[in-house]
């Protein structure tokens, strides 16, 4: 039997409002504003939570190191921590917004993930995301590898691809696994924005490359029978959807999409079928510019819901943002949804706003991992939400966090002083070890 554990980003205690990723709307349009980094991380929290209550195997990866101190060292300011903030702060005060972000808490973008049943030597295959095309988020990829090493040290981590817009590659936000039985093989669709040879010629970037998924499928050993590749819409990247989970996401034997995700749908539906022959009959949910137009699927992150198969339910769950519910074309389309005659019969909402605000929903959050009942029992137990670490985690937060950071706050030092207590204290909760962290060498 397989099960799809959640591994989400724990929110770290930078987090803010920068307004570092272009062609994400929700995180330009809110760049200066005051964030809630406590709230944030209570909000991850709290979602977490609800899905073990719904009976879902649910982890945790920890936040990376902020701001990343390393990345300024090799650029060439010296001395020790505090003359190293303060000199890149008067230089390079770009650099250090960079290196203040605290993207790493959507772990869709962590890695690509394959089942061991999917792969000819059987195990199970992550690959860690360079996400090559914006810089802050290029800094994560050693980290990331890391924690998943130490959360899955049963399985193939491979390190991110060659760092370069040629194989740039952006995770499982790219990636959508479908199949019929759990415990059967399933087929894998890479959706990707442009060709490596070729600059995007869309208004933001296309943030994936063919090669990049090519690349991927064949370390991961996958059946090339059983693997599709679609090409994202322009029109969607255009308006917002700077990932393919803006506009799409699937589950067990369900695509659920916006009629504009992809360049070619019919061609996408053919393929999958053609791939998923004799293995399963795959459903695709289609959802018109008509119903719901593009914007308002970008602006309400309908598509950024988790789609989940709760524990003895027949059909598939939608873990929707509350943002969904303020739109009232969506909110009417997922009344008429459940009651409809598909594969998704019930819709959850969750408060993740401080997030939403950085163009991130529940779906960036979190990393699906499928596992084998011999691999959920290898799995790092102290990355595994319990009642004991969440309620340590609260504790810790409350602790730690602020309840209000501004872009102009990141110049206070005792900011990266607080950050830091708060990751060792964190290396405790967590057992990462005494070095999990560069500033604790």
Known sequence: MVTVANFDGLIGSTHNYAGLSFGNLASFSNTGLTSNPQAAALQGLEKMKKMVDLGLFQGVLPPHQRPYLPLVRSLGFYGNDREIFDSAWRQSPNLMINCFSASP?????????????????KQLHLT????????HRSIESNQTYKSLKRAFPFAKVHKALFDHPFLADEGAANHVRLCGEKSKKGIELFVYGREGYTKSNSAYPARQTYQASQTIMRNHRLDASCTVYAKQSKIAINAGAFHNDVVCVGAMNTLFYHECAFENSGKLQSDIRKAANGIFEPIFIEVKESVIPLQDAIESYLFNSMLVKIPDRKYLTLIAPLEVKKNARVARFCENLVVGNNTIDDVYYVDVRQSMRNGGGPACLRLAVPLDSEEKKLVNNKNVLTENLYSDLKVWINKHYREEISPNDLRD?????????????????????SDFYSFQK
């Open 413 to 433: 030092v005792n900011l990266m002083y607080e950050s830091f207590a708060a990751l060792d204290e964190l290396t405790n909760i967590m057992q990462l070890g």
């Open 128 to 135: 860690v995301a360079n996400m090559s095309e914006m810089f």
């Open 105 to 121: 808490m959507w772990a869709a973008n962590s890695a690509t993930v394959s089942p061991s049943i999917d792969c000819a030597d």
